[in-house]
């Protein structure tokens, strides 16, 4: 679960989005289609230093909170180890002598397709 950082208490907007960086949140407007990139803008300053093991962001307190950092994926499931069956002695297939080459049919022209 998420451990609390600081406490600011910033009040969310749909149309941007809070992001914490170097210990400061910043707020970005949204990417809209057809608009401009818009211009990233401190909005606070937290006091704290950021640690590469955990990641941070904003909460829906709108405090800083931070979760620990999920490094080389999730771990999956281990399957189950399947029993090793004998393959099972078949006699030795006898070889078969290589069969002799008919000779080509002739083919038939093709017909002409009247319109």
Request: no cysteine.
């Amino acid at each position: 679960m998420a451990e609390k950082v600081a406490r600011l208490g910033i009040s969310r907007d749909k149309d941007f989005m809070l992001y914490v960086k170097d210990g400061g949140v910043w707020k970005v407007r949204r990417k809209q289609p057809g608009m401009p990139k818009g211009k990233p803008e401190k909005v606070a300053d937290g006091g704290f230093e950021m640690d590469n093991n955990f990641i941070y962001f904003v909460d829906k307190d709108g405090d800083v909170a931070r979760a620990k950092r999920a490094v080389g994926g999730q771990k999956r499931k281990k399957k189950p180890a399947k029993a090793k069956r004998k393959a099972a002695k078949r006699p030795a297939k006898k070889k078969a002598k290589p069969a002799k080459k008919k000779a080509a049919a002739k083919k038939k022209p093709a017909k002409k397709k009247r319109r």
